[in-house]
């Protein structure tokens, strides 16, 4: 595992080679490294990265979180869906709480942008690293998606 500080704290990055399989936060300080993920997470956080590249790996979870993972990661940058949407289109309109509960587990956040899941009417609810963490991160994807959209 490596550590790079980023604005939402330290983000413990755990790889298997070329590939991504965990993001925790509020990791300890700890060594950095070389690592196209580690560039990657740097280019997001200064505003330059839009769109991962890096490999990941999603390892774990049961069928239904896995499936959700999946409709995460094609949420495009600076955008926003709900719970219930991501359970509409895996065909359980009833299920945005079991949404809610595996964006909670997903194991590579931020790459998998489980933060542009939001409630019924966009609002700021659950988060595995907390509202705070949250709202950094669509504040930042909201500023530069404007600014790449005004230049």
Known sequence: MFVIETPIGPLGVVVDGPAVVSVRFGARPGSSAVHPAADELRGYFSGELTDFTVPFELRG???FERAVWGEIAKVPYGEMITYGAIATALG????ARAVGTACNRNPIPVIVPC???????GKMVGFGGGLDRKRILL??????ALQK???
């Open 149 to 151: 959209a005004w230049s």
């Open 139 to 144: 504040e930042l994807e909201a500023r530069v």
């Open 61 to 63: 979870g049961s069928d």
């Open 115 to 121: 933060h542009r899941v939001v409630g019924a009417g």
């Open 92 to 95: 359980d309109p009833g299920a």
